[in-house]
């Protein structure tokens, strides 16, 4: 028990001592990884084109868009992914290395084994970079390096080509197509020109710390920076061959080194038991120890890189970390002490920290190790309790700092030495607010007005002659209440004055600036002048002021609130760097104008900065252009030059779906009617707080107004065919006017049935089928016209026929010598004429009538002229029953045959005329011997071409007409009843 | 040609280096090697093999040379066929024989019997032109045999054999080589 309280005490007294007073970091916080993912080591991280984060783990290859991981599936059947190199070459594929050698590549959307004929390598890949040949390079552990040159794989090793070891850690390549690796021998420079392979080394014996080089960083000046297993880093020259280890390094104990980062004046150095730490290689050179700070409590960091929006990324063993890294720093101690309530901040020309809280004026200077070192200041002639309002180093060295009551002190920087000015009127009582100058002019903002201090000849003296001006309310200005004087180039002098606006002073005398200028604010606290001689002011309530010459040389103020970008409107202190910034020190953050882009960008919580809180006086930009702000419990150090990342959220469209088909957004798109419900999805990718990411959206062709959005889908359905341009924009701030714009132009086209060829193609058609219709209705109604004609003319000829007197004369004559002789067969004659007529009658207006009836009607006339030629005339009928009942015939045809028979031949008994009519095949057939008479009667000939014409009418075909001389015949089908 | 020979002498000089300081049975030697090639065009498939694929393996230090007479190849849909090969080609009596020479990248125990896919890193040469190489092969080694397969492509252009553009059609640019090798601890 005893001995474990004793090592307790030792061992606190050993982490006080070994520790030292340390107090500057960077912001780091950790990236949630979901749960799911936790087991999850990231080995090796990079940025694609399309600025999405890829991490290579043991578990997988993972992306990132700044919300989600997403597993990349890969189509091999790779019993595991144990990423170790990633990297993504001038073409856009990721090329993907793994720990057992194997080499994917992803490209087109899918992760797939590199099909090389040479094989896979065997040994985990360490490194993958493509040279400016455009040959791909691999480094292994334990097979020396590959090069891809398109076609074949080519091999460097120690036997063959004399590489400095085959276990190689890293690779990299310069401008000359050179590539550098570190291996476990060494450092070996490799070029691979027209498959030549040359090999160059540098080891110890060329002045190398280590062998082992575990890390190699080109730097832009033309050298590289290089990390050993156990002796820190060192700079070669290639040129001259030169191997420089600074000084910081000598005494290394900080162990392996496993990544390296070069930034503009720092290079961060993850190793793998100590921590990330920060060499500074500027003019002030320093080395931090980062382990311990807020959030880096990590030991061993894996792998380190910075994305375009300056973000490092930290990849720990079991966390993954993110920084702004060296462009904002925080100080929260001092020599251990916390701080508190700070009133004052002065950067001198030293670059030393001048700054008062409660307890009075310190001094603080920052030391090579990381540490700092505080001097505080009290003074006999300032009575307890005290408060330094402003702090000021004037043109000669002096600190000037003035006080809330007791006026203002020049103290000498080095040894505190000072005087507290007096004069006539009780400066010595006055509150001075803020404190400013040029050369041997110094000016003060008080209660009562402005100061204005001529420094005589002897400035260079601590207690030099000086003569002291009055300005107020009575001498000109508008209030006794001044805020702060600014003096701006053009030797004009500004005041900051309180419920009474702005007023200037130049040679002509007072200016006052209020409403007539449109300025609606009333108390103003804060004026800087920026790079270009535009002045900023800000106000209490109603955002900035920005006095700036238009293009037609008027000077103008213009007003910056929320709605034009400005972030916040609780604003405390303003200033303005020489590289075209202007700083707006807010409550909850710091924002920044450029001038150049003329648009403002936000650092709040990503950075690290929760509340600001900061007094009025506690802004101050050193020689060198770094913004030290002394907020409530800490400062803030940010290093404008530094940030040349991107600032505005990087907008890419992730996919577009019409109907869930996906669209080629890379090509202008004819979307069918049928498919006209779109969805866009869209990534503004900003990893730096990706929550404060809005989109605005506008289809042009259908909304007129922008759509304000945090969604990352569109989706428009049932879209009418026409014109339409998907415009999207997305910013960090609701004013999206300096927002980069993306769109995608396409066509909903018109349904088929609107489509100008369709309507065309059916009107057409249709007026094609009513012409039909019409034509052939038209053929119709001929037809039957034409029947109905002929029919009437058959029958008109028939009757005309039967009523004919020759035929009636013939038939009453028969009748009259039947009438003596035989009155019973009389009565039949009568009554078979009566029958024949009739039939006639009845049958007439039939277009065709059962075989049967006409043989009836011809039975009756056969036997009503066999009467008068008695056996001169036969008639042989050979019909079928079934014949005579299924066939057709158009009515009389028949009769008409026999009866233009019995016409035009003569007959007697000796020679009878024979009339036959019987079917030959499908025929019917009339036939008799032919006895043509002496004396022809008169023929109408209309009763054969009758027949035929109805015939044709009826579908059937025409009769067919022969004499052979001695026999006359007539052929024709006879309709079936069917 | 100069490299030619130098090529050659540096097979005869590995070749005695090998036979010096090989440990006891460290040296096999190919008792049975055949290497078929094939040539795919669009208009004619051209196959040829020689049964007189020689070569040795150091398994102490995995170095190994194989060679092939050039005018040892068979096969060719024609005697002309075989002709042009020999004379417009590979210029066989220039360039008698094409070597493969190297090491093998893999550190195999050739004590232990088994199937191995190893890589072999060396020297291509074929018509007096050598390209370094990488070839993929699969040894199998059973007691005092190492049996060799591999299959590996060689492109014409590599090599500097132009095909005049007339055959273009009939004579594909990449030709498809098979080796199949038997190896034999080489007794004294």
Redesign the interface.
């Known amino acids: 028990m005893n001995s474990i309280i004793k090592y307790s005490i030792l061992w606190f007294f050993m982490c006080f001592l070994s520790q030292p007073m340390m107090a500057q970091f960077p912001y780091v916080r950790t990236i949630e990884i979901d749960k799911s993912l936790q087991d999850i080591k990231v080995q090796t991280i990079i940025q694609d084109k399309k600025k999405l984060m890829w991490l290579g783990t043991n578990k997988g290859l993972y992306n990132y868009d700044g919300t989600d991981f997403k597993l990349t599936p890969t189509n091999k059947n790779e019993t595991e992914i144990f990423v170790t190199a990633l990297y993504s070459d001038s073409k856009g594929i990721i090329w993907v290395g793994l720990k057992n050698g194997v080499i994917l590549q992803y490209k087109n959307d899918s992760l797939n084994a590199f099909d090389i004929e040479e094989g896979h390598p065997k040994e985990q890949i360490t490194g993958i970079i493509e040279d400016n040949n455009g040959n791909i390079w691999f480094s292994t552990y334990g097979e020396g390096i590959y090069v891809w040159n398109g076609k074949h794989l080519f091999n460097f090793n120690v036997n063959d080509d004399h590489l400095a070891d085959d276990y190689v850690y890293c690779i990299v390549t310069d401008n000359n197509g050179r590539i550098w690796c570190g291996t476990d021998g060494g450092l070996s420079v490799c070029t691979f020109i027209n498959k030549q392979k040359k090999v160059k080394n540098y080891t110890t014996q060329n002045g190398l710390s280590d062998n082992i080089i575990k890390r190699i960083i080109w730097d832009k000046k033309g050298f590289l920076w290089f990390g050993t297993d156990n002796f820190g880093i060192g700079k070669l020259y290639p040129d001259s061959n030169k191997i420089e280890i600074p000084d910081e390094f000598k005494n290394w104990n900080q162990g392996a080194i496993e990544s390296m980062l070069l930034m503009e004046r720092e290079i961060w150095i993850g190793t793998n038991e100590n921590g990330l730490i920060d060499y500074e290689f500027s003019d002030r050179k320093r080395t931090r120890n980062f382990l311990g700070a807020d959030g880096f409590n990590y030991p061993g960091i894996q792998c380190l890189f910075r994305d375009d929006e300056g973000n490092i990324w930290i990849a720990c063993k079991d966390h993954l970390l993110q920084s702004p890294g060296e462009r904002i720093e925080f100080l929260k101690t001092i020599e251990g002490k916390p701080i508190a309530n700070i009133h004052a901040t002065l950067i001198d020309n030293k670059k030393r920290l001048w700054f008062s809280d409660d307890d009075g004026l310190h001094r603080v200077t920052f030391n090579s190790n990381g540490t700092e070192q505080s001097k505080s200041f009290s003074f006999s002639e300032l009575k307890n309790p005290y408060k330094i309002l402003t702090i000021y180093q004037d043109a000669f060295g002096f600190i000037w700092f003035g006080t809330f009551d007791q006026g203002i002190f020049r103290m000498e920087a080095e040894n505190g030495k000072a005087i507290h000015i007096n004069d006539k009127k009780d400066l010595m009582k006055q509150s001075v607010l803020s404190i400013t100058g040029k050369r041997s002019t110094i000016w003060l903002a008080t209660l009562s007005g402005a100061v204005k201090l001529e420094l005589g000849d002897d400035a260079l003296q601590l207690n030099c002659g000086m003569q002291i001006d009055y300005f107020n309310s009575k001498t000109g200005l508008n209030n006794n209440f001044i805020y702060q004087v600014l003096l701006d180039r053009n030797g004009r002098i500004w005041f900051a004055q309180d419920g009474k606006g702005i007023t200037m002073m130049d040679k002509a005398g007072f200016h006052h600036f209020g409403e007539k200028d449109s300025i609606k604010a009333k108390t103003f606290f804060s004026i800087t002048e920026d790079r270009n001689g535009g002045l900023w002011f800000a106000s209490t309530d109603n955002g900035l002021y920005r006095y700036k010459t238009d293009e037609k040389k008027n000077d103008k103020f213009y007003n910056y609130n929320l709605s034009n970008g400005l972030p916040s409107m609780h604003i405390t202190g303003l200033c303005a760097d020489n590289i075209g910034n202007v700083i707006i020190v807010c409550m909850e953050g710091i924002a920044m104008f450029n001038l150049d882009k003329e648009s403002f960008n936000w650092y709040q919580k990503a950075e690290g900065i929760e509340t600001v809180d900061a007094d009025l006086n506690t802004t101050s930009l050193s020689i060198d252009g770094v913004v030290w702000i002394g907020a409530r419990t800490q400062f803030i150090e940010i290093n404008t030059s530094l940030d040349k990342f991107r600032k505005t959220p990087f907008l890419t469209f992730e996919r577009a779906t019409a109907f869930l088909d996906p669209i080629d957004l890379n090509n202008y798109a004819n979307i069918p009617g049928s498919k006209n419900h779109l969805a866009f999805s869209y990534q503004g990718i900003w990893f730096s707080n990706q929550s404060e990411v809005n989109f605005q959206y506008k289809m042009e062709g259908l909304n007129r107004e922008w759509i304000n959005t945090r969604d990352r889908t569109a989706t428009f359905p049932d879209m009418k065919p026409g014109r339409y341009t998907f415009r999207l924009r997305c910013s960090r701030t609701n004013d999206f006017t300096h927002s980069n714009e993306i769109n995608y132009s396409f066509v909903i086209l018109n349904p088929v049935y609107r489509q100008w060829w369709f309507i065309t193609f059916s009107l057409i058609a249709l007026i094609g089928l009513i012409w039909l219709f019409l034509k052939i209705r038209d053929q119709r109604v001929n037809f039957v016209q034409r029947l109905e004609k002929e029919k009437m003319a058959s029958q008109f000829e028939t009757l005309k026929n039967q009523v004919n007197p020759h035929f009636l004369f013939n038939s009453f004559n028969t009748l009259a010598n039947i009438i003596d002789d035989d009155k019973t067969k009389a009565i039949e004659y009568i009554e078979k004429l009566t029958d024949f007529f009739r039939q006639i009658l009845v049958h007439r207006e039939k277009d065709l009538i059962k075989l049967e009836e006409e043989l009836e009607i011809i039975n009756d006339y056969v036997f009503l002229q066999q009467q008068r030629f008695e056996t001169a005339l036969k008639i042989n009928i050979s019909v079928t029953k079934e014949q005579s009942q299924s066939l057709l015939i158009p009515p009389l045809a028949l009769q008409i045959l026999v009866e233009n028979v019995i016409k035009h031949n003569s007959m007697t008994t000796q020679h009878p005329l024979i009339i036959e009519l019987y079917f030959e095949n499908e025929f019917f057939i009339v036939k008799n011997n032919l006895q043509p008479k002496l004396n022809k009667e008169r023929s109408t000939g209309t009763g054969l071409q009758n027949i035929t014409r109805r015939m044709q009418m009826l579908g059937l075909p025409a009769i067919e007409v022969e004499n052979t001389g001695s026999h006359f015949i007539v052929k024709f089908k006879l309709a079936d009843r069917k | 040609m100069k490299k030619n020979i130098s090529v050659l002498l540096f097979f005869i000089v590995t070749c005695i280096v090998l036979l010096a300081f090989r440990t006891v049975n460290s040296i096999y030697k190919v008792t049975d090697g055949k290497i078929t090639f094939v040539s795919e065009a669009s208009f004619e498939t051209i196959t040829a093999f020689s049964e007189k694929l020689n070569g040795m393996m150091d398994t102490s230090n995995q170095e190994f040379a194989f060679f092939v007479a050039n005018k040892s190849f068979e096969g060719f849909n024609g005697l002309l066929q075989r002709e042009h090969f020999n004379e417009s080609y590979l210029e066989s009596d220039k360039n008698p024989k094409s070597f493969f020479t190297?090491?093998i990248?893999?550190k195999i125990i050739f004590s232990k019997p088994g199937i191995f896919?190893v890589?072999a890193?060396g020297l291509l040469m074929i018509h007096g032109v050598e390209?370094?190489?990488?070839?993929?092969c699969v040894l199998l080694i059973e007691n005092g045999t190492i049996k060799v397969t591999s299959k590996?492509?060689v492109?014409l252009a590599d090599h500097d054999i132009n095909v005049p553009r007339i055959v273009f059609e009939k004579i594909s640019p990449e030709i498809k080589i098979q080796v199949e090798a038997v190896m034999h601890e080489k007794i004294e």
């Open positions: 190297g090491r990248i893999e896919y890589r890193k390209q370094e190489r990488i070839i993929k590996f492509s492109f």
